[in-house]
């Protein structure tokens, strides 16, 4: 990308963020009190989830509505995830899991898919020095099939997990060329293999075989199961995500696209969930 092109594209942003500030300034005191006390309400409950997944969908379609290009949803999508993260950080959340980038994104506009991870590998460098990731001492990963991305993705992003190894405040996983179906196939290849290795036929293995095997072998291996899921955009569905771990998860389906998610919209969720009675099949 050209430099003017970079500046127009920072333009267009800048312009468009305001404008939607400008858009919300007249309801701002009435959204203030709501959200302080939803707050309060769920601060009084106290159940929050220990591991929260957050499907980030409609990017592309809350460019559209706005006007804006696709590639300036993406980036608004970005700035949602950091909002969205502090609001978990305040809250106490231990644990959440933002899937960024499916392995179905593949066949999307080359363009599109360069763009994202351009973009990813930018945030990873910017969380790899934010200062509320050291302050609250957030672990950070990456999960998914990384083989197939530009190598100066995967560098931002080992680097990002390396400088934040030792830390044991906040989880946050990043699943980015992330399939549930792939993710499954990948915790039985590395069971047989490791089974294998211990000089074990193929039907000592299958005889063998139990759910926490495989357990063991996911990309979230020693993580509690995510107990409450959060898709935006409308849609009514997992889309691969997680399929292993939602076996007993709380799903909510928020009506409103990723960048548009306010803390109000987050703060009903946890509400929600909240108010729900879990039973694990009993």
């Known amino acids: 990308m050209s430099t003017a092109t970079k500046s127009r594209s920072n333009l267009i942003r800048t312009g468009a963020r305001a404008a939607l500030k400008l858009r919300d300034a007249a309801s701002a005191p009435l959204y203030w009190w709501y959200a302080q006390h939803l707050e309060r309400q769920v601060k009084v409950h106290g159940r929050l989830p220990r591991h929260l997944g957050l499907i980030l969908d409609g990017n592309r379609r809350f460019a559209k509505a706005s006007g804006l290009q696709r590639e300036i949803g993406h980036s608004f999508g970005a700035d949602k995830a950091h909002e969205v993260m502090q609001w978990c950080l305040d809250l106490g959340i231990p644990t959440i899991t933002l899937w960024v980038l499916s392995t179905d994104n593949a066949s999307r506009d080359p363009e599109e898919i360069a763009h994202i991870l351009k973009l990813l590998e930018r945030e990873a460098l910017n969380l790899s020095k934010d200062p509320r990731i050291h302050g609250n001492k957030v672990r950070v990963r990456a999960i ?30 990043i699943a980015v060329g992330y399939g549930g179906r792939e993710e499954i196939v990948d915790a039985v290849k590395a069971h047989l293999e490791r089974e294998g290795a211990a000089g074990k036929s193929a039907a000592e293995v299958a005889s063998d075989l139990h759910p926490d095997h495989l357990s063991a072998q996911m990309y979230t291996a020693g993580v509690p199961d995510p107990d409450f899921i959060i898709r935006t955009s409308g849609e009514i569905r997992l889309s691969g995500f997680m399929l292993w771990q939602s076996v007993y998860s709380e799903f909510y389906f928020c009506d409103v696209y990723w960048p548009g998610f ?4 987050f703060l009903r969720a946890l509400r929600d969930f909240q108010d729900r009675k879990r039973r694990f099949g009993k």
């Open 262 to 265: 306010r803390r109000v919209d």
């Open 144 to 173: 998914g099939q990384h083989s197939g991305m530009p190598p100066q993705v995967l560098a931002a992003l080992a680097q990002l997990e390396d400088r934040t190894r030792h830390y044991d405040g906040m989880l946050l996983n």
